[in-house]
């Protein structure tokens, strides 16, 4: 039998770990930790290339696999080191079920534009080739393809290895929310059982990032009902608390350090702690904002921009003023990464928003300038709530400059 261990720890990590096979060995309380996504410090020498790869070190991880002198080192061989040349005259080498794996690893690196499918095979090893299958079908834009593959993989994984099977989970629920239309209470239920099968895994960010689809699904249900987006809070803290942090994952970090922000202005204000999470969500912002990089995501950073220029503009405080200005600042700051040509709409809003607050500055010439430009744009785009939204604050503006006092003529 080609591969003699079962079941195997294929899809833990990222590639190339992601598709290494382990040979026999008597080792089960190793077995067992790899399982459970865990690396142990001693493991048996047939095992530790598999620790390497895991590591980044590939250089290393085929020193310590002789030359292929059977199916089993010559497919680890390939995983870790592939050429086309190897592609080419490697096709028809491998006995079943090494085979199907072969060409699922060729797909990953672009030798094929097609997935085979996984005759022969069950369990964890199945659940690979499904999931490279529905990496195939997302990049051919078919994710309700995608997705169904996923909930195949997840299937053929939950008995086999469950933390494999979380892992699955938490790509479904991910694409189940990045979908329009999208069912969040799927992937909520989904994200719960992940966190099941995850159990105590140490496995680097796989329980961050299901409590973080959990905390969208919430979120995406809540409706301005307290009682969920208080539980997305608490997924989104959860989040964090397993591990995302600013200097390891910036983006990752940034994104619950926005929607926690979301979460809190979008509560209904009705205790006085309410003015404290307004508090909160300002400085979730400010968080998200530091660990965007304007360069790199400039539209994510505008988005995070935007929302702490909004949460400043109506943050409860005993100095308005000086919220009102860095409000002001923060749009400003939005209107120079905002490409007018390209995102008229945004562009416009923008300009609302700060016009607004500067009229609340009592900045009213500026603020009818930039209240009159989103006007004209938003009227081009037909968008005509938001254009009479801007016609009213003009309105506003006009009848503040005329029970403004006459300027007294300097002597």
């Not at 009848?399 to 006459?406: E, G, K, S």
Request: hydrophobic share 45%; with cysteine; net charge negative.
């Amino acid at each position: 039998m080609v591969i003699a261990l079962r079941p195997q720890p294929v899809g833990l990590w990222d590639p190339p770990a992601a598709f290494l096979l382990l040979p026999a060995v008597e080792a089960p309380e190793a077995h067992a930790a790899l399982l459970r996504g865990e690396l142990p410090e001693q493991l048996p020498r047939p095992w530790r290339f598999f620790a390497l790869a895991v590591a980044g070190d590939v250089s290393a991880a085929l020193e310590h696999l002789v030359e292929p002198t059977d199916p089993l080192t010559a497919y680890n061989r390939f995983v870790l080191a592939p050429s086309v040349r190897q592609w080419a005259t490697l096709q028809h080498a491998w006995p079943e079920p090494l085979d199907v794996l072969f060409h699922a690893v060729g797909y990953y690196h672009g030798y094929t534009d097609r997935v085979p499918e996984p005759r022969g095979l069950r369990g964890e090893l199945r659940a690979v080739v499904l999931a490279a299958a529905a990496a195939a079908a997302l990049e051919a834009q078919r994710p309700f393809e995608a997705l169904e593959r996923l909930e195949q993989a997840i299937a053929e994984a939950r008995t086999a290895v469950p933390v494999l099977a979380a892992r699955l989970i938490c790509q479904a629920a991910q694409l189940i929310l990045q979908q329009p239309g999208n069912d969040p209470h799927r992937a909520a239920l989904l994200a719960r059982e992940g966190l099941q099968l995850a159990g105590d895994s140490p496995l680097p960010l796989l329980q961050a990032q299901l409590w973080l689809h959990l905390g969208l699904a919430y979120h995406h249900t809540a409706e301005g009902r307290r009682s969920r987006l208080l539980e997305a809070v608490r997924c989104y803290q959860k989040a964090l608390h397993h591990g995302i942090d600013k200097r390891t994952q910036p983006e990752l970090y940034a994104l619950v350090q926005n929607h926690l922000g979301l979460a809190y202005m979008a509560m209904p204000a009705r205790e006085a702690s309410d003015q404290l999470r307004m508090g909160i969500a300002v400085q979730a912002f400010r968080e998200a904002v530091a660990a965007y990089d304007r360069d790199k995501t400039p539209d994510l950073w505008a988005s995070a921009q935007m929302n702490l220029a909004n949460a400043l503009q109506y943050l409860p405080s005993s100095h308005p003023a000086e919220n009102l200005a860095q409000a002001v600042e923060a749009y400003e700051q939005v209107l120079q990464v905002r490409d007018k040509a390209l995102d008229p709409v945004g562009y416009a809003r923008t300009l609302l928003n700060q016009a607004n607050a500067l009229a609340h500055l009592g900045q009213l010439r500026p603020a009818l300038d930039r209240a009159a430009e989103a006007r004209t744009l938003l009227r081009r785009w037909e968008l005509q709530e938001e254009a009479q939204a801007a016609e009213e604050l003009i309105d506003r503006i006009h009848a503040q400059l005329a029970d403004a006092p006459a300027p007294v003529p300097e002597e």
